[in-house]
Nanobody, 124 residues
Framework: VQLQASGGGLVQAGDSLRLSCAGS????????IAWFRQTPGKEREFAAA????????GYSDDVKGRFTISRDYPKNMVYLQMNSLKPEDTAVYYC??????????????????WGQGTLVTVSS
């Protein structure tokens, strides 16, 4: 199983970025795909999640209204569209796959496959 996260970069506050998470084979089948983020010295925190089948979607309060998670079945991809970026969004962003009950989607321990991370830097 491979997860490939990409799309990070250096942007200014107010700009947009789209992160991509590519899955191999049937990685996403019957799973929840989430984006977490981490800054130095802090714990990895939940940002957004989507159920591959059924399409349930959830966001953290910090990103709700600014970020949009979506999926592309034919391409086996999950995206995180990030708009109105703020300096506090600066972090390494990771995509992850697991099968948690939807109520546990924010639980980092519920995810067993992780991508390598992509760095997002937002300057003020």
């Amino acid at each position: 199983v491979q997860l490939q996260a990409s799309g990070g970069g250096l942007v200014q506050a107010g700009d947009s970025l789209r992160l991509s998470c590519a899955g191999s084979g049937s990685t996403f089948s019957s799973s929840t795909i989430a984006w977490f983020r981490q800054t130095p010295g802090k714990e990895r925190e939940f940002a957004a999640a989507i159920r591959w089948s059924g399409g349930n979607i959830g966001y953290s309060d910090d990103v709700k209204g600014r970020f949009t998670i979506s999926r592309d079945y034919p391409k086996n991809m999950v995206y995180l569209q990030m708009n109105s970026l703020k300096p506090e969004d600066t972090a390494v962003y990771y995509c992850a796959v697991g099968r948690p009950p939807w109520g546990n989607r924010k639980d980092i321990g519920s995810y067993y496959y992780w991508g390598q991370g992509t760095l997002v830097t937002v300057s003020s």
